[in-house]
């Protein structure tokens, strides 16, 4: 979960030190993703990947996502939800790797 906070604050420092403040919020602010996780029954599992289950996770959205990255005026949001399903993958990685 640390990650989830500081790599959007170490991106923002890095590639948007001038706008560091405002960079580093809209990239946390894309963490509102997970809101997907209420529809979710449990909501709160810790042994499941969000990555293919929640409908903001799908695999099919990550081009959008890029995409968003890719256009100046979300750039940041997009650069934030990359980050996301890219720490979110890392974590199903570890519980595969666990079991």
């Known amino acids: 979960m640390f990650l989830h906070f500081a790599l959007p604050a170490a991106v923002a420092g890095i590639a948007y030190r001038k706008q560091f403040l405002k960079a580093m919020l809209i990239m946390l602010a894309s963490m ?4 997907d996780h209420l529809l979710a029954d449990p909501v709160y599992d810790p042994g499941r990947c969000s990555i293919g ?23 940041l949001i997009g650069i934030g939800l990359l980050i996301h399903m890219f720490l979110d993958g ?4 570890w519980m595969q790797y666990e079991n």
Request: aromatic share 20%; with cysteine; net charge neutral.
């Open 32 to 35: 509102l993703i997970d809101l």
């Open 53 to 75: 289950f929640h409908p903001l996770h799908q695999y099919p959205l990550f081009p959008v996502y890029a995409v968003a990255a890719l256009w100046p005026k979300t750039r």
């Open 90 to 93: 890392i974590d199903c990685f």
